[in-house]
């Protein structure tokens, strides 16, 4: 059974700097994309990046590009999500999630494309 535990999520001022984590575990595929997604009050959850272990691809929803870095720590099997300049919009439960197998630039933003869902984690951006 894959687990998924994100942390680092908490109250940051407008334009500082925070990092997520996600920690997975129990998967067995070769191949898996963990993404990242967000969850605004009143809002539905929208994709904002991924780290595909196919060549280490990865992918950013357009408002993050620049702003959000995803990447990995292999050994310990944790996927992390760099968030600079941040801005009160940001402000959302962030979630992390998992395909086995293959994802694309037509795929990786698809909710229903993941399997396995963490239980997210707190992102406050405000002075």
């Known amino acids: 059974q894959v687990q998924l535990v994100e942390s680092g999520g908490g109250l940051v001022q407008p334009g500082g700097s925070l990092r997520l984590s996600c920690a997975a575990s129990g998967f067995t595929s070769d191949y898996y994309a963990i993404a990242w997604f967000r969850q605004a009050p009143g809002k539905e959850r929208e994709a904002v990046s991924c780290f595909s272990n196919f060549r280490g691809a990865t992918y950013y929803a357009d408002s993050m590009k620049g702003r959000f870095t995803v990447s990995r720590d292999n050994a310990k099997n944790t996927i992390y999500l760099q968030m600079n300049s941040l801005k009160p919009e940001d402000t959302a439960v962030y979630y992390c999630?998992?395909?086995?197998?293959?994802?694309?630039?037509?795929?990786?933003?698809?909710?229903?494309?993941?399997?396995?869902w963490g239980q997210g984690t707190q992102v406050t951006v405000s002075s």
């Open positions: 999630a998992f395909h086995t197998g293959f994802v694309d630039g037509s795929s990786w933003y698809r909710r229903l494309w993941y399997e396995h």
